[in-house]
């Protein structure tokens, strides 16, 4: 697929603690698709924030807790990452 394609608008995004209590009324069937399409699409159009985003929302779906060190170190890497403001 051509890498010149560009998201044709961005999504609106819920806050993750509004979109949680919504999907755990959602068969988890649809959920896991829907998670899996917007980190695809994230992942396909190279957007970061998308893929942050819905990589947050399935961690913090599913519960189960994270390692402690890869945590520590994703924490440090996205921090390198985010603007500095001054």
């Known amino acids: 697929m051509p890498e010149s394609l560009k998201m044709l608008t961005i999504p609106e995004r819920a806050p ?18 829907l998670i899996a ?8 159009y190279n957007d970061p924030n998308e893929v942050l985003y819905w990589a947050t929302v399935q ?3 599913s519960g189960k807790a994270l390692n402690a060190s890869l945590l520590a170190e994703a924490i440090d890497r996205l921090a390198k990452l985010a603007p500095v403001n001054q």
């Open 16 to 33: 993750i603690d509004t979109l949680l209590p919504y999907l755990r009324t959602c068969p988890e069937a649809n959920v896991k698709e």
């Open 37 to 44: 399409r917007n980190l695809a699409t994230g992942v396909f």
């Open 59 to 61: 961690i913090a779906y």
